[in-house]
């Protein structure tokens, strides 16, 4: 079940609100969050109830190991109960994500014939396995509260943020449920509902209109097809923001759903392409996925506690490890590799101008404008990497877009150009008249469009801003905008977001899955 779907939207949606208020208000909190619980895992098998077994025996495991870690005194024990927890996490998520993967990287480096039945991937195994992984530890480490096992449940399972996050802690999450009075606010179900529609929208209409342009780009490539310069950054762009869009849209949808129940999740997005660094992108892009990494990856390793040398090795260490989270497949760890030499990078350079002695010139708008086009271009190299299906569609891609193949443009584009076309002549730049871009000034109108939304408007969180719309660690990092900007209970409000929803709801007939689905 998608949440840019009918059946959610008009059928189980208010479904689950009205059966969880009502029984919240007839039999109290503890049977409404059963109540809760119960239509999670609803949601969840809709895809396939097989897989709710396998969920069941993964919060039952790792309950029970969160269970024993404070009630054992001797530190080797409850290093073992640690250990073992951990071992049964990724033991799950090893075989069901990764088996395939690393049967066939064997025989295909050793050309031994072994062969393992087709294993499908369990949605949100990712996801609800380091969520999990995260609460081991903290409970190792004292962190944790005693909760009962349907508040537990509540904490994995719950449905707007279980398929793709964010990522909680146990500490933002359960204390909620605890101190929540489960009566049905007005002003929760406004502000969830506005939220709501705002992530729809950026999924319907912008997202699934760039996958119409960005999809056969990479189709070509990865068939072997020649693939022009303008046709490859075309696919390339738009497949980065139909990524942005999509992925920040089902964010804003999650934040929005729990927010109807009296719940506030953490940030996840924060204008990441507006980002002036690849470290700053970092603490902008999938915000909660970076939380974990460095705080049980990262940090662990030993950070930057033991030199330069040694942070960089754990840099890209940490990068490897987040870009095979994201997929079994070669081209996700070279993706993870490629932003762990563009974060290695970006430290070096900091470093290098601090002993120089020279300030950043991060005051300077001529500096910030060029490190943040610096930064998009590595970001959208590094998307290529991330969606192509093969290696030898990454290698398509790169070369087109770097010219290796040639530059061509229409002879409409040399014409308006004027005089300048002499000059891109002498240069080498070709005249094509049979040229074409799939969607034509269609693809780049879209692209323009989405850019313009990112770079020029504020994100939902920020037009959010007096609602507090996310947790009070995640306010603190949205830049402020004019008062014009922010939401408020209003006429002029209702009549837009009420129209955003109208036109939105239209278009639902082209219904698609979110592309961190099949992570």
């Not at 709710?52 to 309950?63: D, K, T």
């Not at 025989?107 to 195994?125: D, Q, S, V, Y």
């Not at 950070?303 to 095979?324: A, C, E, P, V």
């Amino acid at each position: 079940m998608l949440f840019n779907s009918p059946i959610f939207i008009f059928i189980f949606l208010p479904l689950v609100l009205a059966g969880f208020y009502g029984t919240s208000r007839v039999f109290g909190r503890e049977v409404a969050i059963v109540w809760l619980v119960l239509a999670s895992l609803f949601f969840y098998g809709w895809w396939n109830p097989v897989y709710l077994l396998l969920m069941m025996a993964s919060i039952l495991a790792n309950f029970s190991f969160g269970y024993l870690l404070p009630r054992t005194d001797t530190g080797f024990s409850k290093r073992a109960i640690l250990v073992a927890g951990i071992l049964f996490n990724l033991g799950l998520l090893g075989y069901f994500k990764y088996a395939n993967f690393f049967v066939d990287s064997l025989n295909a480096a050793a050309g031994t014939g072994i062969e393992l039945a087709p294993i499908m991937l369990p949605l949100a195994i990712s996801f609800f396995t380091f969520q999990q992984v995260a609460y081991l530890v903290d409970a190792y480490q004292d962190k944790t509260q005693e909760y009962n096992f349907s508040h537990y449940c509540l904490f994995v399972v719950f449905f707007p943020q279980l398929i793709a996050g964010p990522i909680v802690h146990h500490k933002e999450i359960l204390p909620q449920f605890l101190s929540s009075s489960w009566k049905p606010r007005l002003t929760d179900i406004a502000i969830g509902s506005t939220i709501f529609i705002l992530g729809l929208a950026k999924k319907v209409l912008v997202a699934d209109t760039l996958a119409i342009y960005a999809n056969p780009v990479f189709l070509l490539a990865d068939t072997g097809a020649d693939v022009s310069f303008i046709q490859a950054w075309v696919g390339a762009l738009a497949y980065s923001f139909q990524l942005y869009f999509d992925f920040s849209g089902y964010t804003d949808m999650a934040i929005g759903l729990a927010r109807m129940f009296g719940i506030t999740l953490p940030l996840n997005f924060n204008s990441p392409y507006k980002a002036t660094s690849i470290i700053d992108f970092w603490r902008r892009w999938h915000m909660t996925l970076s939380r974990f990494l460095r705080d049980y990856v990262y940090i662990p390793l030993g950070g930057s506690r033991k030199g330069s040398s040694q942070r960089y090795i754990n840099l890209m260490l940490t990068m490897l490890i987040g870009g095979l989270w994201h997929g079994a497949g070669w081209t996700f760890v070279l993706w993870g590799a490629l932003h762990g030499v563009y974060l290695v990078v970006n430290h070096g350079w900091r470093n290098v101008y601090a002993l120089l002695g020279y300030p950043l010139g991060r005051d300077r708008i001529v500096w910030r404008y060029l490190s943040g086009l610096l930064t998009f271009i590595a970001v959208v190299i590094a998307w290529v990497v991330f969606r192509a299906a093969s290696i030898e569609g990454v290698a398509t891609m790169l070369r087109a877009m770097s010219g290796m193949d040639g530059v061509a443009l229409p002879v409409s584009w040399m014409s308006a150009l004027g005089p300048a076309s002499g000059a891109l002549s002498s240069l080498g730049v070709a005249t094509d008249a049979t040229f074409k871009v799939a969607g034509g000034l269609m693809a780049v109108a879209a692209i323009a469009v989405a850019a313009a939304i990112v770079f020029l408007l504020p994100n939902v969180q920020q037009v959010m801003c007096r609602t507090l719309p996310v947790l009070g660690s995640g306010m603190a990092v949205l830049r402020p905008v004019k008062d014009w900007m922010c939401w408020k209970p209003s006429l002029g409000w209702a009549v837009y977001i009420g129209l955003t929803a109208a036109i939105t709801l239209g278009f639902l007939a082209r219904v698609s899955e979110f592309l961190y689905f099949q992570f």
